[in-house]
Every structure is written in C-alpha cells, then in structure tokens.
C-alpha cells in the first residue's frame, strides 16, 4: 500500500462511513471520488438526525412544551458549533439557508433590496471572476438586470489561476460588492484572498466569499478572512442536504433588509406594516431546516474531533500524489494547476478526444464514481475551450489506493476507446 506524509488514520475513519463498504456493479468495491458535489455522512451524523426525529421533532422557537423547547435548543446549539467552527465574534451572524445558493442570493437581493450606502443601481459596478460555481454568477447577473449595475469580472491565466494584472481597473470607486469563490470547484484554485480585499477595501466595496470547497477541507476563521460575508453548505462537509450557512457582519446584517417574508422573521404584523425580529432571524423565515441544523452541528464536532489543519494536510498530500500519477496517463490533460501548491482536492481534466461523460461512464464500470461536464461552471470550460471534464475530488476518507484505482481506471478507459 502506498505511504505518504502527512495521512490521516484513513482506516478507522472510513468505519465512520457506511456507504463506503458498499459494492456496485456486481461486486466492484466503490471507489468514491464525488466529494466536490457532496460528501458522504459519518455515521456520527446519521445517529443525530435520527434521533432528532425519534425524540425530539416539533418546530422550534414559539412552543412551551418538552419537544419544543428541547428542539429549539437543539436548533440553537447548532448555531452555536457553526459560530465556534468560523470563529464568528456572534452567534447572531450565522443564518441558517438550505444552501450556499440560498445564501449567495439572499446576499444579493439585501443588496439590490437595500438603502444607501449599500444599495446597487444603475451607478455602481458588481465584480465577480471566471472561475465561480454558477450560484455564484446568475445571482448577481440577475441583481446587474434589475437594477442596472454594471457587471465584471477578473479573467483566468492558462494555468487556472485568476488574472489579477488590472485588479485596480476591475475594482474601482464604482464597485459595491466583490464576490468571488475562495477554493474553484472546477479548477481546484485557492484564491488570494488577501489581495482581492485589500483592493476591495481602498474602494468601500463589500466582499462576499463563496466557501462552499473551503469550510469542508481547511480551517475556517472568517474574522482573519475580513469579509463581509462568507456562504458554505452543509452537505459537503459530512452535513445532511437542505443545510446552508451565511455569515454576515453583525452591522450589515441589522441594516440591510430581510429576503423572505413569512413567521419567524417578524417582530410586529398588522395589515398595514411590519416589523422585522433582530438578525439572525431576520432572514429565517418559516420553519426552518431544523433536523438538518442538528446534522450539520454533528458533522461539525465530528470535523474537529479529528481536526481541520490535518484534514487539510492528508487532502494537500493527497493531491500532490494524484498530480504525480495522473501525469502519468497519456494524453491527460488538468484543467487547473498541475501542481498542489495552493491548490485544494478537486481535479478536473480531459483525456484525448474521449467525452468525459465516456470516461465517467467507463470508470463507473469499474466501481469508479467521479463527476463529469462543466460542474456549474460552464464558462471555465468556454475558457478552455472544452465541452467538459472529468473531475475526480478527495476528501479525509480518501486513499491513495483511490488514487491508484482511478489511474488504472483511465488506462482501461483509453483501451476501451483504442
């Protein structure tokens, strides 16, 4: 079995994990490399939802009996995880979304919603980059079509990096909102997030971070990052679906204005007028995704109990291993940078002329689970000039044996097609 530095004890964590014993096709052992679209459940957090809906399932907040109260606490205590696992100065900054779409949308409507200073209009200018996840392009083209905003967008270098040469031209007096992806999903690119702040900030133009490939693989800490909001989802990060998190600025998020209307997120109703409960319910309206905010604060301390800094280092050496043997495969092309310097555990890459949806079909053959087409980011692949990829990603349960597997897969694909 290969050996590397920095590998987490992959064994005993993989009998966290049932899926993952599972056989396919007649016997194949799943050898499961869709991490980048969701993470298979420990079953830490498998436990936890059912045993909120063994015990404890009623709606939260207004009740004053046993279930209620104990399902709110429940409720609330995952805020609270969610809080520390970010190290967000409040609680009160963390709102539950049932999806980092969600919460990138919620953040662009506040915006086309709000008052000065924050509000876009036809006079101001809305930046994003080539390389964001689809969640994070229609919300703001649609924000630019309403309101008039002029939309831009940092380009990408061949090597998958995003071209920062005219950041003082993209990122000017007219900008209100960057709003970029801190790990690409496609590209596997961590961004420098330093640089695009620090421009950001000389202008006043708030940030917006997706974190939807970060919060999963490497520490979290969104007071360092110094933006104004920070989106991630749950289902990526051993959380059920139907979870998202947006983290906002204690004072952005008492001055801007709620997104969805309903219960939960008044303080008065009359026929003539509400008014609106503080920040984080504000933006919270209906019953919320509670049993999956309990699954979430599970895979959270189920994280931590083995820890985010050694995750990140058993994915880094993970991905400098899947680098090195990939490069051995013939007419292998990565999209993306081909070495694990800043660079997180997704990669995408084509294969000679062979359709990737072929390849991914040949490798599910073979007990091989990867992702193909353009992965909600269809304009990298325009970039590019590819129809698709293929895009293997890793996560702490991974292997190098995985990785072997995956190689030996593309060796038969490439027979497969002669």
């Known amino acids: 079995m290969t050996q590397l530095p920095g590998l987490l004890d992959v064994e005993a964590i993989r009998k966290d994990f049932p899926v993952l014993d599972r056989q396919v096709h007649?016997?194949?052992?799943?050898?499961?490399?869709?991490?980048?679209?969701?993470?298979?459940?420990?079953?830490?957090?498998?436990?936890?939802?059912?045993?909120?809906?063994?015990?404890?399932?009623?709606?939260?907040?207004?009740?004053?009996?046993?279930?209620?109260?104990?399902?709110?606490?429940?409720?609330?205590?995952?805020?609270?995880k969610v809080a520390a696992f970010i190290n967000a100065p409040s609680r009160d900054e963390v709102i539950f979304t049932k999806n980092a779409s969600e919460?990138?949308?919620?953040?662009?409507?506040?915006?086309?919603?709000?008052?000065?200073?924050?509000?876009?209009?036809?006079?101001?200018?809305?930046?994003?980059?080539?390389?964001?996840?689809?969640?994070?392009?229609v919300p703001w083209q649609l924000l630019a079509q309403r309101t008039g905003a002029k939309l831009k967008w940092f380009g990408l270098t061949d090597d998958g990096r995003l071209?920062?040469?005219?950041?003082?031209?993209?990122?000017?007096?007219?900008?209100?909102?960057?709003?970029?992806?801190?790990?690409?999903?496609?590209?596997?690119?961590?961004?420098?997030?330093?640089?695009?702040?620090?421009?950001?900030?000389?202008?006043?133009?708030?940030?917006?971070?997706?974190?939807?490939?970060?919060?999963?693989?490497?520490?979290?800490?969104?007071?360092?990052?110094?933006?104004?909001?920070?989106?991630?989802?749950?289902?990526?990060?051993?959380?059920?679906?139907?979870?998202?998190?947006?983290?906002?600025?204690?004072?952005?998020?008492?001055?801007l204005p709620p997104f969805l209307g309903g219960g939960e997120m008044i303080e008065t109703v009359s026929m003539h007028s509400s008014t609106y409960a503080p920040a984080p319910h504000k933006f919270e309206a209906g019953?919320?995704?509670?049993?999956?905010?309990?699954?979430?604060?599970?895979?959270?301390?189920?994280?931590?109990?083995?820890?985010?800094?050694?995750?990140?280092?058993?994915?880094?050496?993970?991905?400098?291993?899947a680098v090195r043997r990939l490069a051995e495969v013939p007419d292998l092309r990565i999209i993306g940078p081909t070495t694990a310097e800043d660079r997180g555990a997704a990669i995408s890459f084509t294969l000679g002329d062979i359709h990737p949806h072929d390849v991914g079909q040949v490798l599910d053959e073979q007990g091989i689970a990867v992702r193909v087409g353009h992965h909600c980011a269809r304009p990298v692949c325009l970039r590019y000039g590819i129809p698709a990829t293929t895009r293997a990603s890793f996560y702490l349960y991974s292997t190098?044996?995985?990785?072997?597997?995956?190689?030996?897969?593309?060796?038969?694909?490439?027979?497969?097609?002669?």
């Open 26 to 80: 007649d016997g194949k052992k799943l050898v499961y490399l869709d991490n980048a679209a969701t993470s298979q459940k420990p079953r830490q957090v498998l436990d936890a939802l059912s045993e909120y809906y063994e015990r404890y399932n009623a709606n939260v907040h207004r009740g004053v009996h046993v279930l209620a109260e104990e399902a709110t606490a429940l409720y609330e205590g995952a805020r609270d």
């Open 103 to 137: 919460s990138l949308n919620l953040v662009a409507n506040m915006l086309g919603w709000a008052d000065e200073p924050y509000r876009v209009d036809h006079e101001t200018e809305i930046v994003i980059t080539e390389m964001e996840h689809h969640s994070n392009i």
């Open 163 to 255: 071209d920062l040469s005219n950041i003082d031209e993209v990122i000017t007096e007219k900008t209100k909102i960057v709003s970029f992806v801190l790990v690409s999903n496609i590209l596997g690119t961590v961004n420098p997030v330093e640089t695009i702040i620090r421009r950001a900030q000389e202008v006043g133009a708030l940030v917006c971070i997706d974190a939807s490939q970060a919060a999963p693989h490497m520490p979290m800490d969104v007071q360092a990052l110094q933006a104004d909001f920070v989106a991630f989802t749950g289902h990526k990060m051993c959380g059920p679906t139907g979870i998202g998190v947006l983290w906002g600025r204690q004072e952005l998020l008492e001055d």
């Open 287 to 321: 019953t919320p995704p509670i049993a999956q905010a309990v699954g979430l604060g599970a895979a959270i301390d189920y994280l931590q109990s083995i820890g985010m800094d050694k995750i990140l280092a058993h994915e880094h050496a993970l991905t400098e291993y």
């Open 400 to 418: 190098p044996a995985e990785i072997d597997a995956l190689v030996e897969g593309l060796e038969h694909v490439r027979n497969f097609f002669g």
